[in-house]
């Protein structure tokens, strides 16, 4: 962050949720863990916002654009012009001084601009040449998007800067390399640059668009029609451009006999943590979460304790946020918050779920039912997904979640909301059923 005066570095605060009272013999600790940022960029701000940066300072960032080339593109001809209108437009909305790369890809990675291995630095000149580039971009041959995040993160790699983001579009299936190279692409990138994936049209794959974005620690979504990217692209670069903290590790310490049993980001959407840990030193691990600016985010953290008696309490865990640096020390950015367990014969206590975890364990079910919905109604199994989609739109409704529940109406008739009676839709449109899919994972925060 050196690029940075101090005052504009975000300030990071914990604050846990959760019902610390366990009955004898309990040993399951819920808590939620709500992160937050204030103070730095303020994501989504106008371009040219002169309040994020002091005189005479260039952004501490790096940004890659990956446009799929391959010759899908070309059907019909204006999705290509509105890929090179959306490209043209997240490069006017580039702060000056943040060193950028576009590649065209295909079945190959091509440096489309600057080119020879580097990246620019944005100013007027460089912006205006990036978007003449862009006729280069036209459509023909196949698809690899692993070479295109291996490009990428070559490219990002060669910039001294703390932000490395990704913006890909494609509008195919990752045919042209094989599952396993896609896979060994993102492990390799993974951790060293942040990556939103979008899908244009709907000949695209939905579990490779949102499973790239997810390794990535990036948001995924559909264009359905290429006459939307302009916006969306300005969009995710000016949020890009809001990140001023990098590869911030939530880390968890645990006393002896005391395990984690799974880490999940709750909010602004559903993200599978749990498997992400890295060792810490003794009885700690690090959780990676990726960029920051301006916002606020919500952890599920479930620990397991050993048994005790009426009356014993302890400390469950403690959750701290780091940056881990390269040479194996951390930068400790100051945020603490403490999960316990107090055993206790007050039943009332004991049984009563915490608002903040019953909502956001709903919400996670509500993920989980609706891409399980969707694969039944896939294979033909109707009576399952009915079961599987009802109760996503029980639990929708349950939880405020409007805009889930306006995309699941897109798919099933709703008889009755609160009971989760639905009928399949005999027919719907494939952009609905794709929405549906790569937004389920969006939540809603507790209702106040």
Same mark, same amino acid.
């Given at each position: 962050?050196?690029?940075?005066?101090?005052?504009?570095?975000?300030?990071?605060?914990?604050?846990?949720?959760?019902?610390?009272?366990?009955?004898?013999?309990?040993?399951?600790?819920?808590?939620?863990?709500?992160?937050?940022?204030?103070?730095?960029?303020?994501?989504?701000?106008?371009?040219?916002?002169?309040?994020?940066?002091?005189?005479?300072?260039?952004?501490?960032?790096?940004?890659?654009?990956? &446009?799929?080339?391959?010759?899908?593109?070309?059907?019909?001809?204006?999705?290509?012009?509105?890929?090179?209108?959306?490209?043209?437009?997240?490069?006017?909305?580039?702060?000056?001084? &943040?060193?950028?790369?576009?590649?065209?890809?295909?079945?190959?990675?091509?440096?489309?601009?600057?080119?020879?291995?580097?990246?620019?630095?944005?100013?007027?000149?460089? #912006?205006?040449?990036?978007?003449?580039?862009?006729?280069?971009?036209?459509?023909?041959?196949?698809?690899?998007?692993?070479?295109?995040?291996?490009?990428?993160?070559?490219?990002?790699? !060669?910039? @001294?800067?703390?932000?490395?983001?990704?913006?890909?579009?494609?509008?195919?299936?990752?045919?042209?390399?094989?599952?396993?190279?896609?896979?060994?692409?993102?492990?390799?990138?993974?951790?060293?640059?942040?990556?939103?994936? #979008?899908?244009?049209?709907?000949?695209?794959?939905?579990?490779?668009?949102?499973?790239?974005?997810?390794?990535?620690?990036?948001?995924?979504?559909?264009?359905?029609?290429?006459?939307?990217? !302009?916006?969306?692209?300005?969009?995710?670069?000016?949020?890009?451009?809001?990140? @001023? &903290?990098?590869?911030?590790?939530?880390?968890?310490?645990?006393?002896?006999?005391?395990?984690?049993?799974?880490?999940? /980001?709750?909010?602004?959407?559903?993200?599978?943590?749990?498997? #992400?840990?890295?060792?810490?030193?003794? #009885?700690?691990?690090?959780?990676?979460?990726?960029?920051?600016?301006?916002?606020?985010?919500?952890?599920?953290?479930?620990? @397991?304790?050993?048994?005790?008696?009426?009356?014993?309490?302890?400390?469950?865990?403690?959750?701290?946020?780091?940056?881990?640096?390269?040479?194996?020390?951390?930068?400790?950015?100051?945020?603490?918050?403490?999960?316990?367990?107090?055993?206790?014969?007050?039943?009332?206590?004991?049984?009563?779920?915490?608002?903040?975890?019953?909502?956001?364990?709903?919400?996670? @079910?509500?993920?989980?039912?609706? /891409?399980?919905?969707?694969?039944?109604?896939?294979?033909?199994?109707?009576?399952?997904?009915?079961?599987?989609?009802?109760?996503?739109?029980?639990?929708?409704?349950?939880?405020?979640?409007?805009?889930?529940?306006?995309?699941?109406?897109?798919?099933?008739?709703? &008889?009755?909301?609160?009971?989760?009676?639905?009928?399949?839709?005999?027919?719907?449109?494939?952009?609905?059923?794709?929405?549906?899919?790569?937004?389920?994972?969006?939540?809603?925060?507790?209702?106040?």
């Amino acid at each position: 962050m050196a690029n940075f005066s101090k005052s504009n570095v975000p300030q990071f605060s914990v604050d846990v949720y959760q019902n610390e009272y366990l009955p004898e013999n309990g040993r399951e600790v819920n808590a939620i863990v709500t992160v937050s940022a204030t103070g730095g960029g303020t994501v989504g701000s106008a371009v040219g916002a002169p309040h994020l940066y002091t005189a005479g300072q260039s952004p501490d960032a790096a940004v890659a654009i990956m &446009v799929d080339c391959s010759g899908s593109m070309d059907y019909p001809p204006t999705k290509m012009r509105n890929a090179r209108d959306a490209t043209a437009a997240a490069i006017d909305t580039l702060r000056d001084g &943040v060193h950028f790369a576009v590649i065209g890809g295909t079945h190959v990675a091509k440096e489309v601009y600057p080119g020879s291995g580097r990246l620019a630095v944005a100013d007027a000149a460089t #912006r205006e040449q990036a978007k003449q580039s862009l006729r280069r971009l036209t459509a023909g041959g196949g698809t690899a998007i692993g070479t295109w995040l291996r490009l990428a993160d070559r490219l990002l790699s !060669s910039a @001294e800067v703390s932000i490395r983001h990704g913006i890909l579009l494609t509008d195919g299936r990752n045919e042209h390399e094989a599952p396993e190279d896609l896979k060994a692409a993102l492990d390799s990138c993974a951790g060293r640059f942040t990556c939103d994936a #979008r899908g244009v049209g709907t000949d695209w794959e939905v579990k490779e668009v949102t499973g790239i974005a997810s390794a990535l620690l990036g948001t995924a979504d559909i264009v359905a029609d290429p006459a939307a990217l !302009s916006a969306d692209f300005t969009h995710m670069m000016e949020t890009a451009m809001g990140k @001023e &903290v990098a590869d911030v590790a939530l880390r968890l310490w645990t006393p002896v006999g005391t395990a984690i049993k799974f880490v999940k /980001q709750v909010a602004p959407t559903v993200a599978e943590l749990t498997g #992400r840990r890295t060792e810490a030193g003794p #009885r700690a691990g690090d959780y990676p979460t990726g960029s920051w600016g301006d916002e606020s985010r919500d952890y599920h953290v479930c620990v @397991e304790v050993p048994l005790a008696g009426v009356g014993q309490e302890m400390l469950a865990a403690r959750v701290s946020l780091v940056i881990p640096q390269g040479d194996g020390s951390v930068q400790n950015l100051g945020a603490q918050g403490l999960v316990r367990a107090v055993w206790t014969d007050d039943m009332v206590a004991s049984t009563r779920i915490n608002s903040q975890v019953a909502h956001y364990t709903g919400q996670a @079910e509500l993920a989980q039912v609706i /891409q399980q919905g969707l694969d039944l109604r896939k294979s033909g199994d109707v009576d399952g997904a009915t079961a599987k989609l009802g109760r996503a739109v029980q639990l929708a409704n349950v939880s405020g979640n409007a805009d889930t529940a306006k995309l699941l109406a897109k798919v099933v008739d709703v &008889v009755d909301a609160a009971a989760g009676t639905v009928r399949l839709k005999a027919k719907v449109e494939e952009a609905d059923e794709m929405t549906l899919e790569t937004r389920s994972t969006k939540t809603v925060r507790v209702k106040k």
